[in-house]
């Protein structure tokens, strides 16, 4: 059980994601669930700027982006069921009490909600069966909607007993410029807040800008009654990647496998070290202009820009990612320094002409460009206005478009609710042969994540195509349009699935990887 304390965002999904890539490299089957809690029922209709990505999993649930971090860092599938809401816990028990499951008895946040959670938990943990879970609570220690968990967990502990769970507490060490020094106050006072709710931490990982020595951490042991080797420095660093090497040094996976009690070989996390050293390629530069709506928060597209990472160090370059604000019109000379441009998915009319304006651009000044999702559709409707079309539109803007290209499916018309109503999790493509898109896969059948409600209206299909479309991906029935690409381009593709959230570390998605063959090819022409 991962928990956190002091300030939000400290990092507890990534500390989560790299204890268990250390348990893998012991050959200790793994998977994680991520707890949020607040009531919404999944993520689909948070505002980015709020939550950052909604990750997409291969069973169409909209989650939390900390399950990105999590198959990335496993290089695991993770299924909907890992991500446990408040509104989920309450919704299955309201549900229940509807039912009369519960005799008659007086509905309580102790023991009914906390017997859902841990239920939920147990669920997983079985349908898995994986050797370890680990349960990351969302939110900091001593907000008021993580108690019913906390709880839980604590309950948890008891029933399962002592060797079979584990908690681990990430907490915040500030280093005060003023004075010189580290203060261990505020892990101090968490540690308590912690205490107070039942659970005593077996471990706690001290997150800090730089790193904190031996005095300190003997002097947190001491203060919060845990053992020192179990009190670990995680620093910050050059690239998450490194995290897991950086708690290893600190023998944290052994610590855990004692703790547990559970049988493992010797680690090896030496492919995994080679994949942090090829992060660090810094020699040559490729450099990606990414159009996008939400643009001040990284967090928003932390997929792509991990996607970005992962193909850029296969291919031995580094990616250097300039965030460009779709509202703005596209000033083209800003445009001219880029290797290649890339318009994210997003949902709504704002920031459509920067994205329109980009797509031509790229068209005249042969640019690579990759379209995803609502990028794709862009790249249809500046394709059908460049070619005659005039006043070609999605008509997510314009309801009464002239020439409406993209159009929402007959099915997403009947539909009232907004949340987890659109074309969700994995689908199959069939990618047709002599396309950027075969050549990149080298497979004639595939299978990506969606998430979106709009598609290519098949009214302008033929006629498209006739101007130089090329649809080089589509259902297996050949009725929906999942890749276009232009003929005489030297890489121009868009896909109307998001295969950012397929990509690893250790295997960077085949779409990407071409994006960045090409980036590389137009650097080096200039």
Request: proline share 4%; glycine share 8%.
């Amino acid at each position: 059980m991962v928990t956190g304390g002091v300030v939000s965002s400290i990092g507890k999904g990534i500390t989560a994601a790299s204890i268990g890539r250390i348990l893998r490299s012991y050959g200790v089957d793994v998977t994680a669930i991520k707890i949020d809690p607040y009531l919404n029922w999944d993520s689909g209709t948070l505002n980015p700027y709020q939550h950052g990505e909604v990750f997409v999993t291969e069973d169409g649930m909209e989650t939390d982006l900390d399950l990105g971090h999590y198959e990335r860092f496993l290089d695991v599938n993770l299924s909907g069921e890992c991500n446990i809401t408040t509104g989920k816990v309450y919704s299955s028990v309201i549900n229940k009490e509807r039912k009369g499951n519960y005799l008659g008895a007086c509905v309580q946040i102790i023991p009914h909600i906390t017997d859902e959670i841990k239920a939920m938990v147990r669920k997983t943990a079985d349908k898995t069966q994986a050797e370890v879970v680990l349960v990351e609570v969302g939110g900091t220690v001593g907000d008021i909607e993580s108690q019913p968990f906390l709880e839980a967990l604590r309950q948890l502990r008891n029933e399962e007993g002592h060797d079979n769970v584990m908690f681990v507490h990430v907490t915040y060490v500030p280093y005060l410029r003023a004075a010189g020094e580290f203060k261990t106050k505020p892990t101090q006072h968490s540690t308590k807040e912690l205490r107070g709710t039942g659970i005593t931490p077996d471990m706690i990982i001290c997150r800090s800008e730089l790193p904190i020595d031996n005095h300190l951490k003997e002097k947190i042991a001491h203060f919060c009654d845990v053992d020192k080797n179990a009190v670990i420095n995680a620093p910050d660093v050059h690239s998450i990647y490194e995290i897991p090497l950086i708690l290893n040094s600190e023998n944290v996976g052994e610590y855990i496998i004692d703790r547990i009690k559970i049988e493992a070989r010797k680690p090896d996390l030496y492919e995994w070290s080679r994949i942090v050293e090829s992060l660090k390629i810094d020699e040559s530069r490729i450099t990606v202009g990414i159009i996008g709506k939400y643009v001040e928060l990284e967090d928003a597209y932390i997929s792509i820009r991990e996607s970005l990472k992962h193909a850029a160090a296969e291919l031995g370059v580094k990616v250097d990612i300039e965030w460009i604000r779709a509202e703005d019109s596209v000033n083209r000379e800003k445009l001219d320094h880029f290797d290649a441009l890339l318009i994210p998915g997003g949902f709504g009319e704002r920031g459509i002409s920067g994205k329109l304006d980009a797509v031509r651009y790229s068209i005249e000044k042969e640019i690579p460009i990759f379209g995803i999702c609502l990028g794709m559709q862009c790249m249809v409707v500046e394709f059908a206005r460049m070619h005659g079309f005039e006043g070609a539109n999605s008509t997510e803007f314009d309801e009464n478009a002239k020439h409406p290209v993209i159009d929402i499916m007959l099915e997403q018309k009947k539909i009232k609710n907004m949340g987890g109503t659109m074309r969700l999790g994995s689908y199959p493509c069939k990618v047709e042969g002599g396309t950027i898109a075969h050549d990149a896969y080298k497979e004639d059948v595939v299978s990506e994540r969606h998430r979106h409600r709009f598609e290519f209206n098949n009214d302008y299909r033929d006629i498209l195509v006739e101007k130089g479309l090329t649809i080089s991906g589509t259902s297996p029935d050949n009725f929906l349009v999942e890749i276009v690409e232009i003929k005489d381009h030297p890489w121009f593709l868009g896909c109307q699935f998001h295969p950012e959230f397929k990509s690893r570390p250790n295997k960077a998605h085949p779409i990407f990887k071409s994006f960045m063959k090409a980036a590389i090819v137009k650097k080096r022409s200039n």
